[in-house]
C-alpha cells in the first residue's frame, strides 16, 4: 500500500519556540493532504485541509496563524506550530488522499 | 452535524469474537471507515463499507452496517493478543476519497488470555 511519512516522529521543545512537522506521500501524489490532533485517549479532530498550490482550510477554532500549513508539491505539506505553549503538546498526524486516504505515522509534540 | 461515537472500552478473551459499535448521526456518509490505532503509532486502515452495502466481510473482520440506524459493527473473529489497540470508526462524506474523515471516540479492545 502507500507510504505516508511524517517527520520527526517526535519532538521536545521549549515553550514560545517553533516546531515544523513535515507530511510526505513517498509513492504517490496526493491531491488532498489533511492535518489531525489528537490528545491523550482521546480521538481524532481534524485541523485543516490542505491542497496543492492553494490556501488551507481551517476547521472552527484552529487558529490558522498558529498552525502555518504549507502545501508546496503534490508530495509535502508541512505543518508548523508557531509559538508554541504546553496545551499544544499533542500527536499530530497527518494523512494524504488521493483515490484513498492513507494516514502518517503521527508526530509527538511536547512543548516544555 | 457530524457526530461518531463509540463504546471506551471492551475486554474479551483470546479466542473469542470481539464486536465493536459505532453509531453516527450524518445520513449523507458515503463511506465508512474501521481503523485500528496501537500505542503511539499512526492509524491503520482495517476495512471500509460504502453506504449502500449492509455487510462486508475481509478474513476475520465482518462489518455490518445499519443505515437505518446509523449503526456500524466490527467483528473480530478469533481475537488475538495482537488485535489489542484502539479501534476508531469513522466516517466520510462527498466522495470518500479525498473528503475528510469524522472519526469516533474510539474503543480500547483488552484482550486478555
Known amino acids: 500500500g502507500a507510504v505516508v511519512s511524517q517527520h520527526p516522529s517526535w519532538v521536545i521543545c521549549k515553550s514560545g519556540t517553533s516546531v515544523k512537522i513535515e507530511c510526505r506521500s513517498l509513492d504517490f501524489q496526493a491531491t488532498t493532504m489533511f492535518w489531525y490532533r489528537q490528545f491523550p485517549k482521546q480521538s481524532l479532530m481534524l485541523m485543516a485541509t490542505?491542497?496543492?498550490?492553494?490556501?488551507?482550510?481551517?476547521e472552527q477554532g484552529v487558529e490558522k496563524d498558529k498552525f502555518l500549513i504549507n502545501h508546496a508539491s503534490l508530495t509535502l505539506s508541512t505543518l508548523t506550530v508557531t509559538s508554541a505553549h504546553p496545551e499544544d503538546s499533542s500527536f499530530y498526524i497527518c494523512?494524504?488522499?488521493?483515490?484513498?486516504?492513507?494516514f502518517g505515522p503521527g508526530t509527538r509534540l511536547t512543548v516544555l | 452535524g457530524e457526530d461518531v461515537e463509540q463504546s471506551l472500552f471492551l475486554s474479551v478473551r483470546e479466542g473469542d469474537s470481539s464486536v465493536i459499535n459505532c453509531t453516527y448521526t450524518d445520513s449523507s456518509s458515503t463511506y465508512l471507515y474501521w481503523y485500528k490505532q496501537e500505542p503511539g503509532a499512526g492509524l491503520q486502515l482495517l476495512t471500509y463499507?460504502?453506504?449502500?452495502?449492509d455487510m462486508k466481510q475481509d478474513q476475520r473482520l465482518t462489518v455490518l452496517l445499519n443505515k437505518k440506524d446509523k449503526h456500524l459493527s466490527l467483528r473480530i473473529a478469533d481475537t488475538q493478543t495482537g488485535d489489542s489497540a484502539i479501534y476508531f470508526c469513522?466516517?466520510?462524506?462527498?466522495?470518500?476519497?479525498?473528503?475528510?474523515?469524522?472519526f469516533g471516540t474510539g474503543t480500547r479492545l483488552q484482550v486478555t488470555l
Open positions: 490542505s491542497n496543492e498550490g492553494s490556501k488551507a482550510t481551517y
Open positions: 494523512s494524504a488522499a488521493r483515490d484513498r486516504t492513507f
Open positions: 463499507i460504502f453506504s449502500n452495502m
Open positions: 469513522a466516517e466520510s462524506i462527498n466522495t470518500g476519497t479525498a473528503s475528510k474523515l469524522t
